[in-house]
């Protein structure tokens, strides 16, 4: 079973530094992990305006209508480094030392 070593703060630079576009096989294997659990506080972006707002929420487990948070965002880089960190924090237990 695939576990994210909170060590790699490699992969983490990689993300922030280019979230969209291809990806080298340690970080794609991090971002599938994180993206495939299904866990009670999953979080996930909601576009809320076209190409200009995004707002942080909350998918309940099983699927459903996602839980809308006060936290938005006017770029779509920042929320994704966001909920990436979240996600690196609920798998490891640790936060992630990189702003």
Same mark, same amino acid.
């Given at each position: 079973?695939?576990?994210?070593?909170?060590?790699?703060?490699?992969?983490?630079?990689?993300f922030?530094?280019?979230?969209f576009?291809?990806?080298?096989?340690?970080? =794609?294997?991090?971002? *599938?992990?994180?993206?495939s659990? =299904?866990?009670p506080?999953?979080?996930?972006?909601?576009?809320?305006?076209?190409?200009?707002?995004?707002?942080?929420?909350?998918?309940?487990?099983?699927?459903?209508?996602?839980?809308?948070? *006060?936290?938005?965002?006017?770029?779509?880089?920042?929320?994704?480094?966001?909920?990436?960190?979240l996600?690196?924090?609920?798998?490891?237990?640790?936060?992630?030392?990189?702003?």
């Amino acid at each position: 079973m695939f576990k994210i070593d909170p060590s790699r703060f490699d992969v983490a630079r990689e993300f922030k530094a280019k979230p969209f576009g291809e990806h080298s096989p340690e970080l =794609q294997y991090v971002l *599938n992990y994180m993206r495939s659990r =299904q866990t009670p506080d999953f979080h996930v972006l909601v576009m809320t305006e076209p190409g200009k707002r995004w707002v942080l929420a909350h998918m309940p487990t099983g699927g459903g209508v996602p839980k809308l948070t *006060n936290r938005t965002f006017d770029k779509l880089e920042d929320a994704e480094w966001h909920v990436f960190k979240l996600r690196w924090k609920d798998i490891t237990g640790q936060d992630l030392p990189i702003d």
